[in-house]
Structures are given as structure tokens and as C-alpha cells.
């Protein structure tokens, strides 16, 4: 019988479809190399719009789950856990290529209630507060690098006074408040400026830009979703990790 979303429920629809097809992909009910419906599909399927569908589709690509592939539609994946991998510890703070010395403005760091799909990329209700902090890395006066990270509120409520434009949140959260990073998950890709961002980056609106998604978890909790938009005409993305022995 085919599991329907309930329009009852205080969950969003886009998390429950989320749910629903993570679920039929565990389950193996939508097997490896399968074709899933359309998007048109999904619609009259589960009687949703179809920003439901692209904002649910959209996360189970990031998570692994699917692969859309132009032209041809959206297939599942199989999906492989390295071993090992969750063993990655040290992690350090997204920065640009080595040796370039950056300035911190803080623009936020507050609390608010998850937006959007916030709570699908945290994994956490969407009436639960979650810590957010967006900063602005400038080199030479000149911005390059605009960062946000959303936190659970739970996960480290302190973290709203502390100073995060010269402390990495990951230190922060690993050797101050010992909440251990076991792994991430990250997700690079072009995009385009919304006014906002570009404005805050000196740049026209559309603008191409270098977008960097990452997931953080300490054992199965997700702990942190950061997203990084960088001009692209200069300087490196530097992603170190270090794998410590058990």
C-alpha cells in the first residue's frame, strides 16, 4: 500500500515525501539503478506541488541516495560507506589555499527556527531552534568568501557567545565543548548569486560562484550543515582532514 503524506502532521510535506522515498530506497522497494517517477509523477502520486518534490529530490541527491542524470530522469545509487571513513577525526576549518592571511566580519550569530529545508539538512524537527552564524572572509579589503553554518541549538548552545570570527567553529566544538566530529559529508558545485550574496560579494547578481555544502556528524547525530559561497576567480578551496590512529 502506497504511504501518503499527512497533511495533519506538523512535519512539512517536502520532509515527509523525503522520508517516504529514503524509506522505499532502504527498504529496496526502489532497487539500484532504478528509474524513480517523474516529477509529474510524484505529484499526482503523493498530491504535492512540485517544489515539494524538487526540494525532497534534490536531498536525497545530496545524501546519496539518487543521481540525476540530464536528460534521462533520477536513478537510485547504490550506496557505499567506506570503511574507515567514519574514523576521520582533526577535522580543520574550511579555509582559503594555504598561506593566505583573511579578515572575519561576523554578520549573524543568533537563533532562529529552521527555514526553507533547513530541517531536512539538519535532520531535525522544524520547531526546534538552531544556532546560525554567516561570516564574511575578505582578503586585502576585498570579499571572497561568504560562509554559513546552521548548528542544532542543543548541540552547543554557548556557541552564541563565542567569538567566531577568530576561533574555527570546529575547534570550538571539538576541543572547548568536546563534541567530537567523527564525519562530513561535502558537496561542491557551481552556482549563481542570489542579490543578497551578491551584494555582500562585490559582484553582479547571477553571478557564477564556487558553492561548497558540508555535513558534519559526531557518531549518527548531524551536528552542523555549512554552506560556503566563493568568487571564483581567485584563490583555492582547502579541505584538510586527518585520520588519526584508533
Do not use: W
Not at 545530496?62 to 574507515?84: A, D, H, M, N, W
Not at 560562484?209 to 568568487?231: P, V
Amino acid at each position: 500500500m502506497e504511504q501518503i503524506i499527512d497533511r495533519e502532521k506538523s512535519q512539512k510535506l517536502y520532509a515527509q515525501l523525503y522520508e517516504i522515498l529514503k524509506g522505499k530506497i532502504e527498504r529496496g522497494e526502489l532497487a539500484v539503478n532504478a528509474q524513480i517517477p517523474t516529477e509529474d509523477e510524484l505529484c499526482k502520486i503523493y498530491v504535492v506541488s512540485k517544489a515539494t518534490v524538487r526540494i525532497a529530490i534534490s536531498e536525497l541527491v545530496r545524501q546519496g541516495y539518487l543521481s540525476s542524470q540530464q536528460g534521462k530522469g533520477t536513478f537510485v545509487c547504490k550506496r557505499i560507506i567506506p570503511e574507515g571513513l567514519a574514523m576521520l577525526t582533526g577535522f580543520k576549518e574550511l579555509m582559503l589555499e594555504a598561506g593566505i592571511n583573511f579578515s572575519t566580519d561576523v554578520l549573524a550569530q543568533t537563533v532562529m527556527m529552521p527555514t526553507d529545508d533547513l530541517d531536512v539538512k539538519l535532520n531535525v524537527p522544524d520547531d526546534k531552534h538552531i544556532i546560525y552564524i554567516k561570516r564574511l572572509r575578505s582578503v586585502d579589503n576585498e570579499p571572497v568568501l561568504l560562509q554559513e553554518a546552521y548548528i542544532p541549538h542543543n548541540v552547543c548552545p554557548p556557541l552564541l557567545k563565542e567569538d567566531v570570527a577568530n576561533n574555527s567553529l570546529l575547534e570550538l566544538l571539538e576541543k572547548k565543548y568536546e563534541v567530537k566530529i567523527t564525519k562530513v559529508k561535502d558537496f561542491i558545485e557551481i552556482s549563481h548569486l542570489n542579490l543578497d550574496e551578491a551584494k555582500l560579494l562585490a559582484l553582479s547578481e547571477g553571478s557564477v560562484a564556487l558553492l561548497l555544502e558540508q555535513y558534519f556528524y559526531s557518531g549518527d547525530t548531524q551536528i552542523m550543515y555549512m554552506r560556503s559561497i566563493k568568487r571564483p576567480e581567485r584563490f583555492r578551496f582547502q579541505i584538510e582532514f586527518e585520520r588519526k590512529s584508533a
